[in-house]
């Protein structure tokens, strides 16, 4: 069972495949397991209930328990409530979280079972995957505990990075969605140390990274990238379509002050300077973010100047969370918590505006002609997306009557219709 981000569904699939390489089977049902391992979330207070939550079903319908990822950070917490789980191990503790497995279930040695694909074994459908490039993070946001939870920023070299790539490539992988928790600083903890790959030098550093996984031919998607200025060298791989033109960018906020309390990388960058200039160089550019509304201390000025940025900036996509309080959270002891009607209207308002700056993105593409990737098939109707679309988190293609299109096929469609979201395109 994973749960949370991205990155925690990459440390599943990390114990996964080496369970798998022991002979470990994944069973479909709760029932059918002889002992299931939790992967949680603990970055809010609703992750923590959702991760609790299920720790509780695994153990009323299968019994034996081990729990893992982030909320495991703060076992107290989970055997306060869950008394019965066997083991609880904090993220990315992958031979912690095997070695409870061997000590619950001991394995069956064969060694025919043990050949697993050398991909490993990935939880996401077969035509994509993500790339997490390193651990940890070295900043500070003041409304984050990941720092505490996952340790400083530990890069994975730029020959390793690259030879798994290109190993999932190999696989069938049409579509790599590189991730890290500032994917834009990988590399600096180990001195963009230098590493070879298919004959040619590169530097485990971003730039580096997205130089070589260009070389790859499939779909390079960027998340989590913060606008620092080394980010600009990337723009002309993205206008040259050797990289997706796309970025995500959590800048979680428009107002310098706010950014300021929150401690974010970055925060002194001109963001709107800087966006134009990369749709100067890449009109195609499609920018997706995250923000946080009613924030300690938020003003409705500083408010109204996020509205105004977003106006300005014209993001494609963008979620929106309500601030929460963390356990353990610096952002805490800022004064002035937004009250909670306060920030629901906030919200509201913030919603409001991204949809019609969406709505109105997504009309410009009626008519034009693109190549998606899908995803799924749902009838005769095929759920597809486009170059601007990551999966889960972006809209989606809609392609009615869709025969003899599979799974993880590109396909060339004309666009007949948009909502606000969405897209519905017809097979060229
Ligand atoms: S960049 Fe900030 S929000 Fe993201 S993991 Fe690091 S400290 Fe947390």
Redesign the pocket.
């Known amino acids: 069972m994973s749960l949370g981000c991205p990155k925690a569904l990459v440390d599943s699939e990390r114990i996964l495949t080496q369970l798998r390489a022991e002979g470990y089977e994944v069973a479909p049902t709760y029932e059918a397991a002889d002992l299931v391992v939790v992967n949680t979330c603990g970055f809010i207070d609703a992750a923590i209930d959702e991760s609790l939550d299920a720790i509780g079903e695994a153990l009323s319908r299968c019994g034996r328990v081990i729990v893992t990822g982030c909320l495991g950070a703060r076992p107290e917490r989970i055997l306060e409530r869950h008394p019965r789980v066997l083991k609880v191990t904090g993220p990315q503790a992958y031979e912690e979280v095997v070695g409870a497995v061997h000590e619950q279930l001991p394995p069956r040695h064969d060694p025919f079972l043990d050949l697993v694909p050398p991909q490993g074994v990935r939880l996401t459908p077969r035509h994509y995957a993500y790339l997490k490039v390193a651990e940890g993070?070295?900043?500070?946001?003041s409304?984050?505990?990941?720092?505490a939870m996952?340790g400083r920023l530990a890069s994975r070299r730029i020959d390793d990075v690259l030879g798994e790539a290109e190993r999932l490539v190999a696989a069938g992988v049409k579509e790599l969605l590189v991730i890290a928790?500032?994917t834009s600083a990988y590399g600096s903890d180990i001195r963009y140390a230098p590493g070879s790959w298919r004959g040619a030098s590169y530097q485990t550093r971003f730039i580096d990274l997205a130089r070589g996984l260009a070389e790859l031919g499939v779909w390079v998607r960027l998340h989590?990238v913060?606008p620092y200025p080394h980010v600009d060298q990337v723009i002309p791989l993205m206008a040259a379509r050797r990289v997706l033109p796309y970025l995500d960018i959590?800048f979680?906020h428009g107002s310098p002050s706010v950014l300021r309390r929150m401690?974010?990388?970055a925060h002194a960058e001109d963001t709107l300077a800087r966006i134009r200039a990369w749709r100067a160089e890449c009109p195609e550019l499609t920018l997706r973010s995250t923000f946080i509304v009613g924030f300690p201390g938020e003003t409705e000025a500083e408010f109204a100047e996020l509205l105004r940025w977003l106006d300005e900036a014209e993001l494609d996509r963008v979620g929106c969370f309500k601030y929460s309080p963390v356990e353990g959270a610096a952002a805490n002891a800022l004064p002035e918590h937004v009250a909670p009607e306060v920030q629901e209207e906030r919200y509201a308002r913030f919603m409001e505006r991204a949809a019609t700056i969406s709505r109105r993105r997504l009309a410009g593409r009626i008519g034009q002609r693109m190549r998606v990737l899908v995803d799924s098939l749902e009838g005769g109707t095929a759920l597809a997306r486009s170059e601007a679309d990551a999966p889960q988190i972006d809209g989606i293609v809609r392609i009615e009557d869709a025969r003899g299109v599979r799974a993880g096929d590109f396909a060339p469609v004309r666009i007949v219709a948009a909502d606000d979201y969405d897209l519905t395109g017809r097979l060229e």
């Open positions: 993070c070295n900043n500070k946001c409304f984050c505990i990941i720092p996952r928790q500032d989590y913060y959590p979680q401690r974010r990388p």
